[in-house]
């Protein structure tokens, strides 16, 4: 939460000072009146007491994360837009441009990177915990496309040939799609092993007494 402390010849004239220092609109700020404007002395011939008004916002969670991204893209020389959108306690932020493969990087570890860097980032700005999930040009949505894909026809090969399948090092968001699309296959059964970052989902045929 940002705070500013101001004070005015009328309790109007103390808000707009504190608006114009957090350079925020009315509508984002909670304000509490502090001291109203009074007169002192016999016919206000000894001054007046200025009104003091306290008025503080709670930053928004995707421009703080659209802010850092802007910064580092800057700073890689990489042209980009960013918008944001809120899903319950959740911060989309996606990012469109042209060549932006450099954010995403090989099997999405630059985006990653990105997304972790940014949730740290906003984290030390905000008193409650919130989550920002990060895209460039729908790569998400992608590449989960993809590993359904693969999940669907690596466990079709399992139930042919009845030996397990590894496969390649993945984040624990893109093992627990792979889990996920292959959970309600009754004869299926999958899970991880191996130390980040190279732990793989294994694929493999229930036993006996799971499919019973």
């Not at 989550?131 to 992608?142: A, F, H, N, S």
């Amino acid at each position: 939460m940002r705070f500013a402390e101001k004070t005015g010849r009328t309790v109007e004239e103390a808000i707009n000072a504190c608006l114009n220092e957090l350079g925020v609109e009315r509508e984002r700020v909670k304000i509490e009146v502090l001291a109203e404007p009074m007169k002192k002395g016999l016919f206000g011939l000894l001054g007046t007491t200025l009104a003091k008004v306290r008025a503080g916002y709670e930053d928004c969670p995707g421009e703080l994360a659209c802010s850092f991204l802007k910064d580092v893209c800057d700073s890689m020389g990489v042209i980009a837009e960013f918008n944001y959108t809120q899903q319950g306690q959740h911060w989309l932020i996606d990012i469109s441009g042209e060549e932006l493969g450099i954010l995403i990087g090989r099997r999405g570890d630059t985006l990653e990177a990105l997304q972790y860097l940014a949730n740290l980032a906003v984290a030390k700005q905000l008193a409650e915990k919130v989550r920002v999930i990060i895209d460039v040009e729908g790569y998400r949505q992608r590449r989960e496309e993809t590993l359904v894909r693969l999940a669907k026809r690596l466990s079709d090969k399992v139930k042919r040939t009845g030996t397990r399948v590894v496969l390649e090092p993945m984040n624990p968001h893109e093992r627990r799609i792979i889990h996920t699309a292959l959970q309600d296959d009754a004869r299926i059964s999958t899970f991880s092993e191996g130390e980040e970052p190279n732990r793989k989902v294994v694929i493999s045929l229930k036993r006996t007494k799971e499919i019973s």
